[in-house]
């Protein structure tokens, strides 16, 4: 594979595309994959339905190694973030006074299922990250003796702030509680070590930084958390015996296939799994690298631009999301004109947020910024 990874996507010339942090774009194999399993579905239907499985077995082992979880068994494929995330929230056993820390920052995913537990007496206790000098510190403070569970979001949608993980995971074993994380924003994008993070939960949906469609995520359950979870969801696909229709007896099975209670996917898995053989092909630590190297870029961009307010605080590992705002206010106007001339970002945090990957080609920044100016010289 050469180094010109945007020949890897079909993008329209016109189409500057710097949005992977809300819906990302396809990759070409990708398109070939869903084409060459809609083609089978047309022509033969599920003639060969064994086959499909061995895509869904793959994809699991490619999640587990983008992972680096200790076991396949670990891995569960569900419809969304939410999804996985209300399993942990309605699968633990609460008592009255419980309280869950996580930040002030999180998406509604990460947020609406543990504020829905209040009926239950549990609390959400809510960290101030923003003006904090230690934002992982001050999590680890916010923790008491009636704190159960700390759950973040590995990158903040809306700041694309970083905590740092393996602290966080380190804090939560010493203190017994359970560690949960929403890396909608980081697999895909870094790598990822469940195992370094000593990590209880961890889930994603594939339509970000993974390349593949909306309606497929990952869902990893350390094998010693597992029977910590009660089963909200029924059905052929989670018993240990799948594929026996006529047994009248049942029994859980003991891997985290426990959290997929039906057919699964086969769509959306022979997407994924392309996608991620793309990534996976080009090494996370390449795409990384690229990442970064073009976050730094859009961050340079914006500094250098006296007409422009850098939101996003520059972590030393790196960003891959930055947002900014015009100095003038004039944040609407400037995302409506991006957004006219086929710039494809998103208004998050009070600002505009780019997020680029790792083929993003940095003339698609250059032109971008070039509109930016063009936008600020006319509204002068």
Known sequence: MNNDFSSEFNLDDDVIYLNHAAVAPWPICTEQAV?????????????KYANWLKV????????ADLLNASSVDEIALVKNTSEALSFVAYGLDWNNGDNIVTSDEEFPSNMIPWESLANQGVAVKKTSLKDSPDPTEALIQNIDSNTRLLTISSVQYASGLRVDLERLGQACEEKNILFCIDAIQSIGAFPVDVQQYKVDFMMADGHKWM??????????????ALNKLRLTQFGWHMVEDMGNYDTPLWETV????????????????????????LLLEVGMGTVAKNVVERGQYVIDKVN??????????????????????????????????????NVVCAKRGGGIRFSPHFYTPFNIIDRAFTLIEDFMLSNH
Do not use: W
């Open 211 to 224: 390349l593949g469609p909306e309606g497929l995520g990952v869902f990893y359950c350390r094998q010693r």
């Open 304 to 341: 250098q631009n006296s007409s422009l307010t850098l939101l996003t605080n520059p972590d030393k590992h790196g960003n891959n999301i930055v947002v900014f705002k015009p100095s003038n206010n004039q944040t609407d106007a400037l995302f409506n004109y991006l957004t006219v001339n």
């Open 254 to 277: 003991q891997t985290a296939r426990r959290f997929e209670c039906g057919s699964p996917n086969m769509l959306s898995i022979h997407a994924l799994s392309a996608s991620i053989g």
């Open 35 to 47: 084409n060459a399993f809609c083609r089978e579905n047309v022509t033969i239907g599920s003639k």
């Open 56 to 63: 869904e077995a793959h994809l699991k082992k490619q999640l």
